[in-house]
């Protein structure tokens, strides 16, 4: 079983960054792929970018050249860097992992203000 956590989440104004964070209660690089997925109010829960375990990453092209993925194996966290925001980004964020089950975070509000 792995629990997720995210945190960092706020109010911040277009053109703004935000980092968040999410705490892992096991080793991240023994989950086989992590990342983040974002549900707006209204619209379907929709995929932001994930990490595989050996570090490739896939990014939705709408957050290309804004976000960056990471991790710290000595914190077991997960970081999304988001640069340049954008009143369009605003939603729940959620951290997502899969090892052999996916698992969820609780999400974290992002509100980006024009």
């Known amino acids: 079983q792995v629990q997720l956590v995210e945190s960092g989440g706020g109010l911040v104004q277009a053109g703004g960054s935000l980092r968040l964070s999410c705490s892992a209660s096991?080793?991240?690089?023994?989950?086989?792929?992590m990342g983040w997925y974002r549900q707006a109010p209204g619209k379907q829960r929709e995929f932001v970018v994930s990490?595989?375990?050996?570090?490739?990453?896939n990014y939705v092209d709408s957050v290309k050249g804004r976000f960056t993925i990471s991790r710290d194996s000595a914190k077991n966290t997960m970081y999304l860097q988001m640069n340049s925001l954008k009143p369009e980004d605003t939603a729940v964020y959620y951290c997502?992992?899969?090892?052999?089950?996916?698992?969820w975070g609780q999400g974290t509000q992002v509100t980006v203000s024009s």
């Open positions: 997502w992992g899969r090892y052999g089950l996916d698992y």
């Open positions: 990490i595989t375990k050996g570090g490739s990453t």
């Open positions: 096991a080793s991240i690089f023994s989950i086989n792929v």
